[in-house]
């Protein structure tokens, strides 16, 4: 443990990058990431710095995390050092859901976790009009809001290079027309999947939709870790 997490170049990123204070209910906690989310999150920004150069490569990868491992910490972790990337500017991120309470409970792991401005779409036209914008923002949303009238084609919203998209519970949602018009609307973003239970169908497959996978972490190893 000590010559693991003590290498200097490590504990630095853990301290600068992996910790959060976190204010639930008037306490405030101090949150380092478990292993697997600090690999996890370090895999995605090496994938980043190949993808973003060369927009036709969009996909960044897929995170294999078992249910109730943390991903929504995992995606903070990962936005906070995005966001410190010098090289990609001023980023924006969208994480995206099928679910409204997920929806709720990612906005709330980011505000509570001290992550500055995060934006919850209320609407259709509130999230064009946020996804329009030349400065980068955190916007979280679920799916649905990317609709359009029938007989209509999804406008491109931003060609932006430096777009970031994280799709939490990528094996429900990528595969039909909301997510198309998501992929209209954001020509040039990056694509990061986060999912438990990863499919690989001849019509839907996780992998063929994000890429390789960046981490993984499975129930057998959350079992041992007493997480499970």
Do not use: C
């Not at 306490?27 to 060369?54: G, I, M, R």
């Not at 906070?80 to 099928?98: A, E, S």
């Not at 939490?168 to 027309?177: P, S, W």
């Amino acid at each position: 443990l000590i010559r693991g997490a003590f290498d200097k170049e490590r504990v630095l990123d853990l301290i600068k990058n992996f910790v959060v204070y976190s204010d639930s209910d008037g306490k405030l906690s101090k949150k380092l990431a478990a292993y697997h989310q600090f690999y996890a999150v370090n895999s995605a920004v090496d994938s980043s710095k190949e993808v973003v150069p060369d927009p036709d490569q969009s996909r960044i990868g897929l995170v294999w995390h078992t249910q109730g491992s943390g991903k929504s910490l995992t995606m903070l972790f990962l936005a906070l050092k995005l966001r410190r990337m010098k090289d990609i500017g001023n980023p924006t991120m969208l994480i995206v859901t099928d679910r409204v309470d997920l929806d709720e409970q990612i906005s709330g792991t980011f505000k509570k976790g001290g992550f500055p401005n995060p934006i919850r779409a209320g609407s259709v036209k509130e999230l064009k009009d946020l996804l329009s914008s030349e400065a980068g923002r955190t916007i979280m949303t679920t799916i649905h809001k990317f609709q359009e009238y029938e007989k209509e084609k999804y406008p491109v919203l931003t060609k932006r290079e430096n777009v970031f998209v994280m799709a939490d519970e990528a094996h429900r949602t990528q595969f039909k027309d909301l997510a198309s018009n998501m992929r209209s609307a954001l020509p040039n973003a990056a694509y990061i999947g986060f999912t438990g239970t990863p499919i690989d169908k001849e019509s839907r497959s996780t992998l063929r939709t994000f890429g390789d996978y960046i981490d993984t972490y499975t129930i057998e190893e959350s079992v041992a870790d007493n997480a499970t």
